[in-house]
């Protein structure tokens, strides 16, 4: 006796049911399977459809039920789930169209609410019975037989795979099988918009197991998905509804990392896709600190990746979390010249206009964290910081806008921060030279006269660290552009400005300091070439007189500063411009201290030309003499 006909002796109200339905039930006696079974239940049911609509069949209720009960002892039968394999396409068919016909039984009197449930237990047994196969066989079945795209659209198996938007350790089977025939589905009815795993995932409201779970289970299936693999969109929109908590003991990077190698995904074409996710953590503040940074060591060698995700986090964060971050990375990673040229390139633009007494404070953190970087790597966190630094004082010391904001007491700070914070702890380089020029030659108003800007130039220069001016060539440091607000006019801001106390105290306060007596010099010298070259017969009468106003025309071998400036005077005025001996005005202090100074030869002059002028004045006073004895014997 078949299957069927026990089922049907025993069914309440067999006297009722129409023929169609009874040969739509038996059905599952036959033998065939495959697409032979599926054309054979395709007729009965068609002819079932056609019964129906011709006669009005009166006992359609009946013929439901029946039909329900036939296909869920189908499914509970040892005997039939052998064939269920080979019999996959017909039973979704036959479901979706009991679905049917209980919409149309539901508008009718004859709806009984027991079949609603019978309905769900239908479904439920249908997906297990699949579930069921897709585990015995590692994912390798069920798979659809069915070519027929009208039919396919008929059972719509993605409306079962939208259905499930809820995921947990009793639903991922199910969930894998009807994504791998939704595929199957799809390729055939769907040619030019295909199911996107994107989708499917994005269907999901609720995860009840972790996305370490959902790719574990995956894998175990992946002969499953040989045809349909989980892409990187579909991997990306995964992390997106199902991302690790943000207390999570491991790094939810490290998790994706590795779960992109499982899945096959390339590490930069993972980073590419992730940006816009990692962006939107940045800003939430969802990611821990560690964790981020962590990150950052990972991707270090890879130039292209490093550069996008640093520049999305130093775009977001406050300065001091991007400081922090540096000295994270400058603790647990290598700082290869990657992650250097991008901590210096993000780290300088940020750090450009911050508060003086923030970057202060930054400093302190490089200099505790020095303590923990290895030895090895200090050239490296101090070639960063060097860079940093050198970018906000370029920033901040020549624009306005910040430099009045800069005490002594600071620029003092920041000269101490810049050479012990170097590679090198050389003053030349160009944060120093600046912080030098602000503390020493940059005046706090341009009202004073040129006496009151050098009296305050030589009080700088006192109070400037001495052990630096003795360890530092001035020449090598002081720049002549840094002298021309202090330039004078000779000899008019002599006569004018610099009166006997004024040059006492220059004379009294240079307290030979190399740097000073340098500047001395260049002032000197520069403010000479600055004079009119066709006054200087005046030039020399003037600064003459001046010597005597002030009291300074005795040579004394410790008068620096005036043997200073008569050196000057007689290489640059005297040498250059004046033809003749005889033609010099008298300027007998001059000349005086001249040939002293060439005695003592203490100080840097040309001998040379000292003796060239002598013996050219020696010889022309002998040529005189010469013409006047020439003169007396002529007479």
């Known amino acids: 006796m078949g299957f069927i006909k026990k089922l049907y002796e025993k069914f309440v109200g067999r006297e009722n049911l129409s023929a169609p339905c009874i040969l739509v039930s038996h059905v599952f006696d036959e033998d065939d399977e495959a697409e032979l079974f599926f054309d054979l239940v395709l007729a009965r049911f068609e002819n079932f459809d056609q019964q129906n609509n011709a006669v009005r069949n009166k006992s359609f209720s009946s013929d439901v039920d029946f039909i329900i009960q036939c296909t869920m002892a189908s499914l509970s039968s040892t005997e039939l789930c052998k064939k269920f394999l080979n019999r996959i396409d017909s039973y979704l068919y036959i479901y979706r169209r009991i679905e049917e016909y209980i919409g149309i039984v539901k508008q009718s009197a004859y709806w009984i609410r027991g079949w609603e449930n019978d309905v769900k237990q239908l479904k439920e047994k249908l997906l297990q019975s699949l579930s069921r196969v897709f585990i015995e066989s590692k994912g390798l079945q069920p798979n659809l037989c069915l070519k027929d795209e009208q039919q396919l659209r008929k059972i719509n198996i993605v409306q079962y795979l939208m259905a499930m938007t809820e995921i947990g350790a009793k639903t991922i089977d199910t969930f894998f099988v009807l994504i791998k025939l939704s595929f199957q589905s799809s390729i055939v009815i769907d040619k030019h918009d295909r199911l996107q795993w994107k989708i499917i995932i994005s269907n999901i409201k609720y995860f009840k197991i972790s996305i370490q779970e959902f790719i574990s289970n995956y894998i175990t299936y992946e002969l499953a998905f040989r045809e349909f693999s989980l892409d990187l969109p579909g991997f990306i929109e995964l992390i997106r509804k199902n991302h690790p908590s943000k207390h ?17 995904i390339k590490t930069e074409e993972f980073f590419d896709q992730y940006r816009t996710l990692f962006e939107r953590g940045i800003k939430e503040k969802f990611y821990c600190f560690s964790h981020i940074g962590d990150l950052f060591t990972i991707i270090g060698r890879h130039d292209r990746v490093f550069d996008v995700y640093f520049t999305i986090y130093a775009n977001s964060v406050d300065l001091d979390d991007l400081w922090t971050m540096f000295m994270y990375l400058s603790t647990k990673s290598e700082l290869n010249d990657i992650i250097q040229k991008h901590l210096i390139s993000k780290l300088s633009i940020r750090t450009a206009g911050a508060p003086i007494d923030s970057f202060l404070r930054y400093t302190k953190f490089a200099t505790e964290c020095m303590t923990k970087i290895k030895h090895e790597y200090h050239p490296r966190f101090l070639r960063i910081f060097e860079n940093i630094f050198e970018g906000f004082i370029g920033h901040q010391l020549t624009d306005e806008r910040y430099s009045y904001r800069f005490s002594q007491s600071n620029l003092k700070e920041f000269l101490k921060i810049s050479l012990e914070m170097s590679t090198s702890h050389d003053l030349q380089q160009p944060s120093c030279l600046l912080i030098v020029r602000c503390l020493i030659f940059q005046n706090s108003t341009r009202q004073l006269n040129t006496a009151d800007k050098t009296k305050g130039l030589f009080e700088k220069l006192n109070d400037f660290d001495q052990s630096l001016c003795e360890k530092n060539n001035p020449a090598a440091i ?57 006054n200087t017969n005046e030039i020399l009468l003037k600064m003459n007189e001046w010597m005597h106003i002030v ?85």
């Not at 998790?255 to 096959?264: A, E, G, M, V, Y």
């Not at 552009?481 to 306060?509: A, G, H, M, S, T």
Request: a negative charge; hydrophobic letters at 45%; proline letters at 2%.
């Open 248 to 264: 999570s003991e491991e790094s939810p990077f490290l998790i994706f990392l590795r779960l992109s190698k499982d899945l096959n």
């Open 551 to 635: 009291k300074h025309d005795n040579y004394n071998i410790n008068d620096t500063l005036t043997i200073i400036l008569i050196i000057n005077l007689f290489e640059l005025v005297i040498v250059k411009y004046i033809k003749s001996v005889l033609s010099l005005p008298k300027i007998d202090i001059i000349m005086n201290f001249i040939v002293n100074a060439r005695q003592e030869q203490l100080h840097q002059m040309d001998t040379k030309q000292v003796d060239e002028f002598i013996q050219c004045a020696e010889k022309s006073i002998q040529q005189i003499l010469l013409l006047q004895g020439k003169f007396y014997l002529n007479l």
């Open 478 to 534: 002081i720049q002549d552009e840094w002298l021309q607000d202090y330039l004078l006019l000779i000899p008019e801001d002599f006569l004018r400005y610099f009166n006997e106390n004024v040059y006492n105290y220059l004379c009294n306060n240079h307290l030979n300091n190399r740097w000073t007596l340098y500047i001395w010099r260049r002032l000197i010298y520069l403010s000479i070439l600055k004079s009119k070259a066709e």
